[in-house]
């Protein structure tokens, strides 16, 4: 009641307010304990639900795979080791065959250093096949794929593509070349490392001579020491980048070195060795940056451009 004696109306509704909340909070708990102790019947799949489910996950994977296969670029695919191999089977199989149809008996006569080098190698293990190079090459880079399987298909216009590349770095590294002493118009003969094959007169005999020595100087002097040289030196905790340049130069000076050693040997000149230094590092940073296929296909095309072509033009 008021002051006055009445009643308060609005104190009634306040508390008319009140008990419904007070009600309707125990209406909510008993709700909530209701459906607490109340099981949910379970589902019941369709008959054939999980053979159509994994049938889905199975080609959602395929489509995921397909797609990513898709995504690899032409950059990333051309340094995998089996595109490499189908770039350089057929540089090393009309090699091999050259040699063995231009000397027979003799072939020995026709093969170039570094493959001379390897043989030379083997045959100290008494290992004297003369298919036995060309075979652990090809053998090694299968090998290197079946390590690091993530792409076996490649799309054929890649060769194309490697093969233009090839042909770009070679006319660079001729244009570098004649920027390093443009008093050399005959840089084919201190700069090519097959004066020996060229003095013979054959032009196939030199053509299946840069063949091989495109193939056998980067299997040797890029595929096989520049990684080793790499893995070695981050062993020793250098720095990646220094590791690299290190074994690019180190690499390159040897290659240069090789050409002046053993019977074969050019003569000792300061142009030739500068040179070949100098082209060594390109091909190195090539093998680096664009892998083994591409590095013997710019070796190969220069060799060509300067020690054949260039003999002629």
Known sequence: MNEFGGIDRLGVERGKTVADRL??????????????????????????????????????????????????????????????????????????????????????????????????????????????????????????????????????????????????????????????????????????????ILAAGSAIAAIVGFLGAGVYEEAIFRLAMIPLSIKTLKWLQTPGILAETVAVTGSALLFSLAHHAGSPGEAFTWYAFIFRWMAGVYFAWVFVARGFGVAVGTHVAYDLIVGWIGRRF
Do not use: H
């Open 23 to 196: 009600k309707l909070r125990g209406v909510a708990r008993r709700f909530i304990e209701f459906m607490r102790t109340t099981t949910t019947p379970p589902i019941r799949k369709p008959r054939g639900f999980r053979i159509r489910s994994e049938w889905t996950a199975a080609r959602a994977i395929r489509e995921m795979n397909k797609a990513s296969a898709a995504n690899v670029s032409y950059w990333s695919q051309t340094r995998r080791p089996l595109p490499c191999l189908a770039f350089i089977l057929p540089i090393l199989a009309i090699y091999e065959l050259g040699v063995v149809w231009l000397g027979g008996g003799s072939a020995a006569a026709y093969r170039t250093g570094a493959d001379a080098w390897i043989r030379r190698g083997l045959g100290v293990l008494g290992l004297t096949d003369q298919w036995l190079p060309p075979l652990i090459l090809i053998v090694a880079l299968l090998a290197w794929q079946v390590a690091d399987p993530r792409q076996w298909r490649f799309s054929p216009n890649y060769l194309v593509g490697m093969a233009i590349e090839s042909l770009l770095l070679a006319v660079t590294l001729v244009g570098l070349s004649r920027g390093l002493d443009f008093a050399f118009d005959r840089l084919d003969r201190v700069a090519d490392g097959s004066g020996r």
